[in-house]
């Protein structure tokens, strides 16, 4: 059993185009969060969730929203897609108090050519 | 706000021998968490160890031990008997409330 599940794995789109990654935990965790790694493999905190509740908008664009239909699930949907979105997506999820391990999903590498 | 610092970009470590990374973080909170994670040329977030502000006893997972100066707000990860497999990239973390925040990264390679 996978704990947090991240699909695609993989998303190759051209430069304006809008698509979505999902992501699932099975942990029965209240918070989860949305990274973005870059070339350099800096790790960006990009939202944070708790419960179904947006906490944290790291003063990301308006182009990503995130939608949380349930605490198990926090998808992220990405508007008119630029080169620079081109990066890999990482959704966690952990426990309140935030005193144990976040746990990840496997990534999404998204290339917008 | 807070902010985690590592200021070693790469490090290179014979195998057999211990190697130490370096982790200093900043926060008004008092209560807080320390992790190190591991991110192999794989891709995928493995967790290390764990610190929270409250604890008196460094953390020891295996061949991971995190030094815990709390008034120097240092978080240094020590990896006992380095291993080939151990090379990889390696973040130190904090977290306080809602928020999971990572330093810059340390690359680690093992040379055998």
């Known amino acids: 059993d996978t704990a947090v599940s991240q699909t695609p794995k993989y998303l190759v789109t051209q430069m304006g185009n809008d698509k979505s990654i999902k992501c699932e935990q099975n942990?029965?965790?209240?918070?989860m969060y949305w990274y973005k790694q870059d070339s350099k493999k800096f790790l960006k905190i990009m939202f944070s969730?708790?419960?179904?509740?947006?906490?944290i908008n790291e003063t990301v664009p308006n182009r990503f929203s995130p939608k949380s239909p349930d605490k198990a699930h926090l998808n992220l949907h990405i508007n008119s897609l630029e080169l620079g979105d081109s990066a890999v997506y990482f959704c966690?999820?952990?426990?309140?108090?935030?005193?144990?391990?976040?746990?990840f999903g496997q990534g999404t590498r998204l290339t917008v050519v | 706000a807070q902010k985690i610092t590592q200021t070693q970009p790469g490090m290179f470590v014979q195998e057999k021998e211990a190697v130490t990374l370096d982790c200093t973080y900043d926060?008004?909170?008092?209560?807080?968490?320390l992790f190190w994670y591991k991110q192999p040329s794989s891709g995928e977030m493995i967790f290390l160890i764990y610190?929270?502000?409250?604890?008196?006893q460094n953390a020891t997972e295996g061949r991971y031990s995190l030094n815990f100066q709390k008034a120097r707000k240092s978080a240094n990860l020590v990896i006992s008997a380095s291993q080939l497999g151990d090379s990889a990239m390696y973040f130190c973390?904090?977290?306080?409330?809602?928020?999971?925040?990572f330093g810059a990264g340390t690359t680690v390679t093992v040379r055998a």
């Open positions: 966690a999820s952990s426990p309140l108090p935030s005193n144990t391990e976040a746990f």
């Open positions: 942990l029965g965790h209240d918070t």
């Open positions: 969730y708790n419960n179904k509740e947006l906490i």
């Open positions: 926060t008004s909170d008092q209560s807080y968490g």
């Open positions: 610190q929270g502000s409250y604890d008196e």
């Open positions: 973390a904090m977290t306080t409330r809602y928020k999971l925040s």
